[in-house]
Structures are given as structure tokens and as C-alpha cells.
């Protein structure tokens, strides 16, 4: 699809930073931007320069949720299943990349993260947000059901009830107590965000990229298996991240006592 400049990419140190650019919009976004960020995790996986991704975004807001004026129309009458397909070709296919994506992912939230907006945040694998940040499940104030894997995240992050809190009222989550509940792994200064954003992708990026990757995968799915499955994917992550330059250079440099130089593969 053509490249947009309201989504921001630039790939620098092995980082690659995926911008949402409609500050004018609280960067509510829209079906491209989302089939844009989709694709770009997708390349993120499947290039070995890339070795860990931030995703944030320009002015005051994360994302205010989606730009329903951006959702692709028909000139014919909606029928059942319209709204479904919607959803899982938009929405829940976007939460998907993040949570799929190889690399490990950094969310640096930088204001208002509301509906989906909030969503993308939870999915990544770390969450970064300015002290004047805020989370919102602002679907029931439109009398909408939570989309974007909203159902999935929240009660594997801070449990059913807390979910069903934010879900049930939908007030405004400070990040202070959103750092508290568990959704958000630091809260910096706002004039920080970029700074520390940079330096925990530049960690990430210097680290055995593959052994992190096989982490995600094993961390993600072990609230949907039973211990049998989760031991036998922990050991399959083991006999293939064993097979790796970084494993063998991270052995080698603990008998030799010297710092491992990894190289992501």
C-alpha cells in the first residue's frame, strides 16, 4: 500500500520506530494507518536488522481510538456479518501484529490512549507512558462492546474484576494508577518518554533477539494451555533457540568471562 505520513517509520540502530502522525486528530486511527502499523511489524519480523520495535506517536494523544470516518465503505445496505468482518480484518488483526510480532515491541504512550488506542498499548510486550497519560475502555460511554482484544487483554494483565471495572464505568486510568494495576511497566517524565523509550529499544536491540522472541511466544500463549502443552513449548523454544549464534556466543562468553556480543540470530 502507499506509503502515508500519518504513520511515521524510520529504522535507526536496529529499532524500528513506528510513529502514528495525525496530532490534529488525537491520532485517532484510521483503517490505512492500521493496515500500515500491520505492516510494518510484519517486515519487522522478517528483517534480521531489526531487532526490537517502539510504537508511539506526534502532539498530545497515543491514539484516541479508531477514526470510524476512515473505515472503508459499500455502497450496499450492511448485512450480518459486516460488522464482524470489520472487526477481525481491522481491529482485532492490528492487536494481532503486536502480539505476533517476532521482535519485541515497546509502547511509549505518550498521552491519551482510549479504545483500541489503549489496546495497541496493552499488547505490546512493554509499556512505556508520560506522567500526563491516560488509558480510557471508553466503549461503553458510546454503548459499544470492547474490540481490539480488549476482552483477551485486560483480564490476563490485571485479572477479571479490575477488567470488568475499567470495561463497566469507563473513566479515565491516570498512568501513575495504571502503573500500579500492572498495565504500564514505568511512568517518566513527559520530556523523558522519547529518551527512555530510545534506550530500552537500544537494550532490546542488543540483546539475543531470537531468545527474546521465543520468550514472547512462551509468555503469551501460557494463559491459554495447560501445563503439559506450556512444558512442551518451553522445551521446543529451548531446541530451537539452542541452534542459535547468540545461544553459543552467551555460553561461550559466560565460561570466558567477557561480555556476550550478540548479534540477533
Aim: aromatic fraction near 6%; proline fraction near 4%; include cysteine.
Amino acid at each position: 500500500m502507499p506509503v502515508s505520513a500519518d504513520v511515521l517509520h524510520r529504522t535507526e540502530g536496529g529499532v524500528s520506530w513506528i510513529t502514528l502522525n495525525r496530532p490534529e486528530a488525537k491520532n485517532a486511527v484510521t483503517w490505512d494507518q492500521r493496515e500500515r502499523i500491520t505492516e510494518l511489524l510484519a517486515a519487522a519480523s522478517a528483517d534480521p536488522e531489526v531487532r526490537a520495535v517502539v510504537i508511539t506517536a506526534t502532539g498530545t494523544g497515543f491514539c484516541a481510538g479508531a477514526d470510524l470516518r476512515g473505515t472503508p465503505q459499500t455502497a450496499r445496505e450492511r448485512v450480518a456479518g459486516d460488522v464482524a468482518r470489520t472487526i477481525r480484518l481491522g481491529a482485532q488483526r492490528l492487536i494481532g501484529a503486536v502480539l505476533d510480532c517476532e521482535k519485541p515491541v515497546i509502547a511509549a504512550v505518550n498521552g491519551t490512549a482510549a479504545g483500541i488506542g489503549a489496546h495497541l498499548a496493552f499488547a505490546c510486550d512493554l509499556v512505556l507512558a508520560a506522567e500526563t497519560a491516560t488509558f480510557i475502555e471508553v466503549f461503553v460511554r458510546r454503548g459499544l462492546v470492547p474490540d481490539g482484544g480488549g476482552a483477551y487483554l485486560l483480564p490476563r494483565l490485571i485479572g477479571p474484576q479490575r477488567a470488568k471495572e475499567l470495561m463497566f464505568f469507563g473513566d479515565a486510568l491516570p498512568a501513575a494508577d495504571a502503573e500500579r494495576l500492572g498495565l504500564v511497566n514505568r511512568v517518566v517524565a513527559v520530556e523523558e518518554l522519547n529518551k527512555t523509550a530510545h534506550e530500552w529499544a537500544q537494550r532490546l536491540a542488543a540483546g539475543p533477539t531470537r531468545a527474546i522472541g521465543l520468550a514472547k511466544q512462551l509468555v503469551n500463549s501460557s494463559l491459554d494451555v495447560d501445563r503439559t502443552a506450556a512444558f512442551a513449548a518451553e522445551a521446543a523454544a529451548q531446541e530451537i533457540n539452542m541452534t542459535t549464534r547468540d545461544a553459543n556466543e552467551g555460553v561461550a562468553s559466560f565460561v570466558e568471562r567477557r561480555t556476550p556480543e550478540y548479534r540477533g540470530f
